[in-house]
Nanobody, 119 residues
Framework: QVQLVESGGGLVQAGGSLRLSCAASGTIQTIFDMGWYRQAPGKQRELVAT???????RYGDSVKGRFTISRDNAKKMVDLQMNSLKLEDTAVYFC?????????????WGQGTQVTVSS
């Protein structure tokens, strides 16, 4: 069993900043890629950012230059620093991780955390 729990979501004004965190726990042998995805009302889920176990990151075009993803392998956590937030960043943000357990390797998802950007 594996759980991913997000925290840090909330209400912020346009142009402001917010930092999201995600902690993984459970029967974890190895955590491979970790990342953040988001889904706005009426929209499909989209990639925000991902980072490999070696620290290599990639970002969705809409957040490049504004968001930064990072991870702490010892703490089994991944963070997302969001700067210069825009109204269109409003969405539910989901943490994702590809994890090898004692049984198999699978993708796991958190419950999501709401981020609302106001004018």
């Amino acid at each position: 069993q594996v759980q991913l729990v997000e925290s840090g979501g909330g209400l912020v004004q346009a142009g402001g900043s917010l930092r999201l965190s995600c902690a993984a726990s459970g029967t974890i042998q190895t955590i491979f890629d970790m990342g953040w995805y988001r889904q706005a009302p009426g929209k499909q889920r989209e990639l925000v950012a991902t980072v490999t176990s070696d620290g290599l990151s990639r970002y969705g075009d809409s957040v490049k230059g504004r968001f930064t993803i990072s991870r702490d392998n010892a703490k089994k956590m991944v963070d997302l620093q969001m700067n210069s937030l825009k109204l269109e960043d409003t969405a539910v943000y989901f943490c994702q991780a590809n994890i090898r357990t004692w049984i198999r390797r699978d993708d796991f998802w958190g419950q999501g955390t709401q981020v609302t950007v106001s004018s």
